[in-house]
């Protein structure tokens, strides 16, 4: 057993090429005992190609990985063996049912025999999936499938779980009860690595947070040491019902020192502590523009301002490249 | 090999029999399409049907093992299932082995059905110790070629196509049905590139014993574990290669 705040994983230099592109730049971090640790980026930012080194699937072009200890290039089948891991897709067997999948995951993990249908039945319960223990996976709806890949990772009480956005696609109430059932097992002390693409999922569940974009490490930090990065003070959103990107470019540009953000054709963000001046500003240089404000509300630096800061990306990137919906509600 | 990847092997055989290859597609292409077969070369020229058994066990040998490898290994790939098995401690080159012995198994077990169950209908007497060792080198050298031609392309079709290509061509050439003596000079060269010769040759040694003058039938296991070898280490390369 590692001591409480140690290590459990270690990136030194993890690079990866798949031909001439390079995929993953040279990643250097680490992740501590018992957090949520939170790996976000836009699709194509090399979160999964990541993911597949740490878990041994596949080997790094350069660097290497310290995963509980031991080296990915010298002991993968080691690491496989003490980690847990939910691929972004539900791929376990259509033709076995929801409790013969999780056994046969306990014997490919070596889990005593005896204790195999205990430990598949207990997982199923707290997936809430006792009802459907003969239920086929293919006759599972999406969010049960999900749960119990989930699940099928736990079969061997790993003390690190590798998450792939587990609550892509999901409804409401299977993402938010599978946030639960992450919260329940950091509180168990397993450690959770991982990927989603909801910023306001990362901001509620993750203890740190990696920004990795193009292969690249961007910033690591808590979610609150991301956000106050973006700014100090406040925010300001404001909506113009006839805005246009043109307008809005030179908007931004006639609004230094503030700093702006374009969110979409009709939406900015203003970063700054004077609210009044910038309210004053915005008024003038709208009626000059000629686009009429439909709204304006003032809040503290999300997680998504500090990706947009951060990562130069608009946050819809991350939720429309995926699957075009928001599904974060608690 | 480790353990851990032992134990891999052993459970992916057995859930591949249970969820693949214990089927009833799989189970009459292993067995119906061979008898079929044998069947109508039998009314087409009547003889003794017990000389056709050789062929007939050979044949059941080739199409059970191969029967569902395309679904085990281009299936699987294609659905991420293979790659949710290579979370778990195994290699590529372990899954690769796995997905093969899997064919093997069946094959086994459909070939002894229909050996033993000829042997007791026709009352042939079997050489059994030499027609388990055909058998198994046989079954190894069919799987693995299978393997290696499922891991060569990406679709099932492809596979099932490909697959069908050399043991369509071995049946009418590998002396199943007509002794290899009796093709043409040109024919026999390319029988004797073909697994399946010697396997419908070491089952005539096992089955007519002393009357039997074919090839040496140490020569037929040395050569049926070449052709295993030259495709299990090219097979197994391809498939970690996919995973890299």
């Known amino acids: ?330 | 090999m480790s353990r851990d990847s032992l134990r891999c092997i052993f459970y992916i055989i057995l859930k591949d029999m249970r969820t693949y290859y214990l089927k009833p597609p799989s189970i009459s292409w292993g067995i119906i399409f061979p008898l079929a077969w044998t069947l109508a070369f039998y009314l087409r020229h009547p003889q003794t049907f017990a000389q056709l058994v050789p062929g007939m066990v050979a044949m059941t040998a080739i199409f059970s093992t191969t029967a569902a490898e395309a679904v085990v290994i281009n299936f699987e790939l294609r659905v991420g299932s293979m790659e949710r098995l290579l979370l778990a401690p195994i290699s590529p080159g372990g899954i690769f082995l796995a997905k093969l012995l899997g064919g093997f198994a069946f094959g086994f077990l459909m070939t002894l059905v229909v050996a033993i169950g000829s042997s007791l209908a026709l009352g042939i007497h079997l050489n059994v110790p030499i027609f388990l060792l055909v058998l198994i080198f046989s079954l190894l050298s069919f799987a693995s070629l299978g393997a290696f031609i499922c891991v060569s392309v990406k679709e099932i079709f492809e596979a099932q196509t490909l697959l069908n290509l050399p043991r369509f061509i071995m049946i009418f050439l590998s002396g199943v049905i007509t002794p290899i003596s009796a093709l043409p000079h040109y024919l026999q060269y390319i029988s004797y590139l073909m697994p399946l010769t010697y396997t419908v040759d070491g089952f005539r040694h096992a089955i007519s014993q002393a009357t039997y003058q074919g090839i040496n039938i140490w020569l037929d296991i040395l050569v049926l574990l070449v052709f295993s070898l030259a495709f299990i280490l090219p097979g197994r390369r391809m498939l970690e290669r996919k995973f890299e």
């Open chain 1, 1 to 330: 057993m590692l001591p409480k705040n140690e290590i459990v994983l270690e990136a030194r230099g993890l690079t990866k090429y798949y031909g001439d592109f390079l995929a993953v730049d040279n990643l250097n971090f680490s992740v501590r005992k018992g957090e949520i640790f939170g790996f976000l980026g836009p699709n194509g930012a090399g979160k999964t190609t990541t993911i597949r080194m740490l878990t041994a699937l596949s080997p790094p072009s350069d660097g290497t990985a310290y995963v509980l200890g031991l080296d990915i290039r010298e002991n993968p089948l080691e690491i496989k063996a003490r980690i847990g891991v939910a691929p972004e897709i539900s791929n376990l067997y259509d033709e076995l049912s929801a409790l013969d999948n999780l056994i046969f995951m306990c014997q490919l993990y070596g889990v005593p025999r005896k204790e195999r249908v205990k430990r598949a039945e207990e997982l199923l319960e707290i997936f809430n999936l006792k009802d459907k223990r003969n239920t086929l996976f293919r006759k599972l709806s999406k969010g049960m499938k999900r749960a119990l890949t989930v699940a099928s990772a736990l079969v061997h009480r790993p003390s690190l779980v590798f998450l792939d956005e587990p609550t892509s696609g999901l409804d409401v109430l299977s993402a938010r009860s599978l946030r639960m059932i992450m919260r329940r097992l950091r509180d168990m002390g397993v450690t959770i690595f991982l990927t989603t693409h909801y910023l306001e999922e990362a901001d509620m569940l993750c203890d740190r947070i990696a920004l990795i974009r193009s292969g690249k490490l961007v910033k690591i930090d808590t979610p609150e040491g991301l956000k106050a990065s973006v700014s100090e003070g406040k925010s300001l959103e404001i909506r113009f019902r006839n805005g246009n990107e043109e307008s809005l470019q030179e908007l931004k540009k006639r609004m230094s020192p503030f700093k702006v953000t374009i969110l979409n054709g009709e939406r900015v963000r203003v970063y700054g502590d004077d609210i009044g001046e910038i309210c004053e500003r915005i008024t003038k240089l709208s009626k000059e523009l000629g686009m009429e404000l439909a709204d304006i509300f003032s809040f503290n630096p999300t997680l998504e301002d500090a990706f947009i800061e951060l990562t130069g990306l608009s946050p819809i990137v991350m939720s429309i490249e995926k699957e075009g919906k928001v599904n974060v509600t608690g």
